[in-house]
């Protein structure tokens, strides 16, 4: 099989190591007689779909045996010496393994010498409620098998024996499974308080129960002071033992885990805010346990609240930066919210974006929101730094940022002829209509506005508006986001002589910018991004480097009449790329 069984309770283990095999065996008709007295036994479990039950006894005394152990298997209690109901049901596999299946019987296996694979079945993915039934014989090496076989079938009804005996595999299916429910009731985690949560358990059957929590998909996180789990509670009744396993969340651990008998149960449990939490929303999540014996990780009844909060301070988006190095290999560098760090090592995307003339962001670039699994490009996943990319022939194409294996989904044409424009530059939500916009200047220094669709199966963008003129004369082009505190995506442009202008945004696509504002003096630079924000105050930074390599950041101020502090070095050797972004 392509997965592998797992056994969970001790139960089951005792069944299973403690197997013949782990008796020191010496086998054939010469071999020395047991020092102490044999005993075997056989045992009872609960099996999953899909799980693989062994049929042997356990060794509970005897060192050493010279015979072999007859294995009568069945749909019926192991009572009549004519094996009535032997072998399975249909859709069920027998495995003899290192035993033998006796000639001219159903359902009986003969094992001796090498037991450590011992008889076994593989139960149907869509196994009904049924129980299986074995019986078990020892003969001595010079036995009569027939005599055996009638033993082990009849084992049932016959008076206790330490050789002989029967178990039962009792096989629940996974609807059988899906009658244990859990409720949940989670009100919010107050910013430093407590809540009292519970959960209202109907134990069909009885079983092991674990609780963890994490955080609810489709989220930003921020690391934030643990939430301590304590003062467990149990009842109404009794049947419930439980214990605390990890006391702080969410660590994705289990917290707590009981033992419950069958029936109704109310656990209920404290949750304990440390002061400085962070607006987030958690889920919890159970696992139902009823089996001895498992299938992998699909056994389990798995089940999770709706979404609760953690009341706190808003998260504010940590931002990063996209770098392309001269051997065309592209690169990320997620941002850590520290000013005097603000990136983490580098994740390389992927070769082969030499290819492009041009590389833009539409926005900077953010963090990718919380998920356990791949998000295709939404709209959940638009304006987190989507890059729309030229190609040396004039063709245009886009790359939504999504959360997978890589930060951009495949790429999309656009379209050609965009060879006709000089500058190709990410504006942000010019308009605020929450799609990202694309700037273009022509050669006559014209600049135009693409307004993004939001569309992930037709147009990127929507039929170009004229901005106005006089472009040409800048060198630099920086924008995508807010840097004067109004909500408006504004945009920075450095002269050929090296002065920096700000263009505040006005939120109407026909008319989106107002008179310029100088900043300053910015010659020394030959990049400059608008980064969003770094430092976690809620503002928006940017980056500029310098011909020798130095990356500097300007932290954002948020004003318009100065929208950057002075500048902070943040580290050499940035020259090893030819496009920051």
Request: proline share 6%; with cysteine; hydrophobic share 35%.
């Amino acid at each position: 099989m392509s997965k592998r069984m797992r056994v969970r309770r001790a139960a089951a283990m005792s069944g299973v190591a403690g197997l013949l095999a782990v008796a020191g065996v010496t086998a054939g008709a010469g071999a020395a007689v047991a020092a102490d007295e044999l005993k075997l036994s056989g045992y009872d479990v609960v099996a999953a779909p899909r799980s693989l039950p062994r049929f042997y006894p356990v060794v509970e005394s005897g060192t050493t045996f010279w015979g072999k152990v007859v294995i009568a298997v069945g749909t019926k209690p192991m009572t009549d010496p004519a094996g009535a109901g032997a072998g399975l049901p249909a859709g069920y596999r027998l495995n003899p393994n290192h035993c033998d299946l006796a000639a001219g019987y159903t359902g009986v296996f003969v094992c001796e010498g090498s037991i450590y694979t011992v008889p076994d079945a593989v139960v149907p993915a869509d196994a009904a409620d049924t129980t299986l039934y074995w019986g078990f014989a020892y003969m001595s090496g010079s036995g009569d098998l027939a005599a055996a076989v009638k033993e082990a079938r009849s084992a049932g009804s016959l008076p206790a024996d330490r050789l002989r005996g029967t178990g039962k595999v009792i096989v629940k299916s996974r609807a059988h499974a899906l009658l244990n429910t859990i409720a949940f009731d989670t009100p919010p985690v107050p910013d430093g308080g407590i809540v009292r949560q519970q959960l209202r358990v109907h134990a069909n059957d009885a079983g092991r129960l674990t609780l963890r929590f994490d955080r609810a998909q489709g989220q930003l996180t921020h690391p934030a002071p643990p939430i301590r789990f304590r003062n467990i509670t149990t009842g109404p009744g009794p049947g419930a033992d439980c214990e605390l396993r990890w006391e702080t969340l969410p660590d994705d651990l289990p917290n707590l885990a009981c033992e419950l008998e069958a029936g109704d149960h109310v656990i209920g449990y404290e949750l304990a805010a440390d002061p400085g939490q962070y607006a987030q929303k958690l889920q919890a999540h159970t696992r139902y346990d009823i089996y001895d014996l498992g299938y992998w990780d699909e056994s389990d009844v798995r089940l999770a609240s709706a979404p609760f909060a953690v009341q706190g301070r808003p998260i504010e988006p940590r931002h990063g930066l996209a770098a392309r190095d001269t051997t065309g290999k592209l690169w990320t560098y997620e941002g850590t919210r520290e000013e005097d760090r603000p990136f983490s090592s580098r994740h390389e995307t992927g070769p082969g974006w030499q290819t492009y003339t041009t590389l833009t962001s539409l926005s900077p670039y953010t963090q990718d929101l919380y998920s356990l699994v791949n998000v295709k490009p939404s709209a959940a996943t638009r304006g987190r730094g989507d890059i729309a990319a030229r190609d040396a022939s004039g063709t245009l194409w886009y790359y939504d940022r999504h959360t997978g294996a890589t930060p951009y989904a495949p790429r999309v044409r656009v379209g050609g002829g965009w060879n006709v424009y000089d500058r190709i530059d990410g504006a942000g939500d010019l308009d605020r209509d929450g799609y990202v916009d694309l700037l273009a200047r022509d050669k006559a220094g014209v600049l135009w506005l693409y307004k993004g669709t939001g569309s992930f199966t037709g147009a990127r963008f929507k039929a170009r508006v004229r901005v106005g003129g006089g472009w040409g004369a800048y060198d630099r082009l920086a924008g995508g986001a807010d840097l004067s505190g109004d909500g408006r995506a504004d945009l920075l442009a450095r002269d050929r002589s090296g002065v920096l202008w700000l263009y505040r945004g006005t939120g109407d696509a026909t008319r989106p910018y107002t008179a310029r504002t100088q900043i300053g003096g910015w010659q020394g630079y030959d990049q400059l991004v608008v980064t969003g924000d770094l430092t976690d105050d809620g503002r928006t930074d940017a980056v500029a480097r310098d011909r020798t390599g130095v990356l500097w950041l300007y932290k954002g101020t948020g004003k318009a009449a100065g929208p950057f502090t002075a500048r902070t070095r943040i580290g050499g050797g940035w020259n090893t790329y030819n496009h920051l972004f």
